[in-house]
């Protein structure tokens, strides 16, 4: 808020208009264009950008991958849950490591001594290249921070939604996640390094 207060008095100014006359061109109080040039934030976004427009600037909202919804608040828990019981003692498994610079975490990481397997437990398939890709750029971050290799491990619910929704991507997925679900369920089971990134299905006990 502060840059945009001063881009707006810069803009302002260099259009020669009085606070009143941005206030009148943008149909607000001139109380509101004092207040925002002072950085004020308790506004709408709405009279934010008429204010904007008023002296020629377009207000531009953009949203970035921030701090990751705790498993036990999205219904992933259970999931996790069941991986970890399943897993073999060679795999030293944590949920939600940190996983980037702006709280992010990688849902459920299996350590172990070759090799760290990174999984992201995903319960609906949405945009599957826009889960993949968010989950690349978490498993970049916990490379970069080790030397063993990081596999990663898109585990889905097994739906029939889920199963339908991915059906179109196929060949992407076995040029990227090359890995099948009985690789990866043997790999944690018997304490071996998978070797490839992969594609994990799994059922929620009871259904």
Excluded: C
């Amino acid at each position: 808020m502060a840059r945009m207060a001063n881009e707006l008095r810069m803009a302002r100014a260099t259009l020669g208009l009085t606070i009143r006359e941005v206030a009148r061109m943008a149909g607000v109080a001139k109380s509101t264009v004092q207040r925002l040039e002072d950085g004020f934030v308790g506004t709408t976004v709405p009279t934010l950008a008429a204010v904007m427009a008023a002296v020629g600037l377009d207000l531009v909202l953009n949203a970035y991958p921030g701090k990751t919804v705790r498993l036990r608040d999205s219904g992933q828990l259970e999931l996790a849950d069941q991986l970890r019981q399943l897993a073999s003692a060679y795999w030293a498994p944590r949920i939600e490591v940190v996983a980037g610079d702006h709280g992010q975490s990688a849902d459920l990481v299996f350590f172990g001594a070759d090799e760290i397997q990174h999984q992201e437990i995903e319960r609906r398939a949405a945009d599957f290249q826009a889960q993949l890709r968010s989950a690349l750029r978490k498993r970049e971050y916990l490379a970069a921070r080790t030397n063993r290799p990081v596999r990663l491990v898109l585990a889905f619910e097994d739906t029939r939604h889920n199963r339908e929704a991915l059906r179109p991507h196929a060949a992407l997925i076995r040029a990227q996640l090359r890995a099948d679900s009985r690789a990866v369920l043997k790999s944690l089971r018997l304490g071996q390094p998978l070797g490839s990134d992969g594609l994990l299905w799994v059922r929620r006990r009871g259904s």
